[in-house]
């Protein structure tokens, strides 16, 4: 039983327009939010997180903004560049517990 | 600072044979984490450590065993290998463990089992 979902194992746009990576789950529990991008061969890291408390934080390009009553989350990248070609983990948590990952969803920026 | 070490980086194992994944984080960080990912699936937390001395299971621990006896080193055992344990295995580490502390992540071990 899937808690986080990544309904889109992959996502293509052009540089320069906004990339928008979506994130579903279940477990209303969840009360912090988190990103993390992975490059090939690579571990991941931190990209961005968001509280239960809010509805949208931003940092830079990336925003990421959370709708708990339909338990979705979902980052923007604005403007997207060739170097955001990554896999996206979306990976929500309780304040007192481990992390659960999502499939994630590769993001591929053409020049 | 290196932040999180793991060697091997590749290894192939025969079935039921056994070795350990190393992991090494110089940040100081109390809370240590091993996870796997498979081929198109999200990470999966195998064991986890709080502290030298403290370790407990996480989502997958079958077939795995870990210590934690520095602050520094968290290695993971597999004792018997099987073809399910073919997969990436990433060591993270974090200063605290609640979910609003970052992880830092090591840059994987890819082990094939056949």
């Known amino acids: 039983d899937q808690q986080v979902k990544q309904n889109s194992p992959s996502l293509s746009v052009q540089e320069g327009r906004i990339s928008i990576l979506n994130c579903d789950y279940t477990?209303?529990?969840?009360?912090?939010f988190l990103w993390y991008k992975k490059y090939p061969a690579e571990g991941p890291t931190f990209l961005i997180s968001i509280s239960s408390i809010k509805d949208k934080n931003e940092d830079g390009r990336f925003t990421v903004f959370l709708n708990k009553s339909a338990k979705h989350l979902s980052l923007h990248i604005v403007p997207s560049q060739p170097g955001d070609s990554a896999v996206y983990f979306c990976a929500p948590g309780r304040s007192q517990g481990n992390l659960i990952f999502g499939k994630g969803t590769k993001l591929s920026v053409k020049p | 600072n290196a932040g999180v070490t793991q060697t091997p980086k590749f290894r192939i194992l025969k079935i039921g044979q056994s070795m350990t994944l190393q992991c090494t984080q110089d940040?100081?960080?109390?809370?240590m984490y091993w996870y796997r990912q498979d081929p198109g699936m999200g990470l999966k937390l195998i064991y986890y450590?709080?502290?030298?001395?403290?370790?407990d299971k996480g989502e997958v621990p079958n077939g795995y065993n870990v210590s934690r006896s520095t602050t520094e080193d968290f290695p993971l055992r597999l004792e018997l290998a099987a073809p399910s344990q073919t997969s990436v295995y990433f060591c993270?580490?974090?200063?605290?463990?609640?979910?609003?502390?970052?992880?830092?992540f090591g840059p994987g071990t890819r082990l094939t089992v056949l």
């Open positions: 993270a580490s974090s200063f605290g463990g609640t979910s609003t502390d970052t992880q830092y």
């Open positions: 940040m100081n960080h109390n809370y």
């Open positions: 477990n209303s529990m969840f009360d912090y």
């Open positions: 450590s709080v502290g030298a001395g403290i370790t």
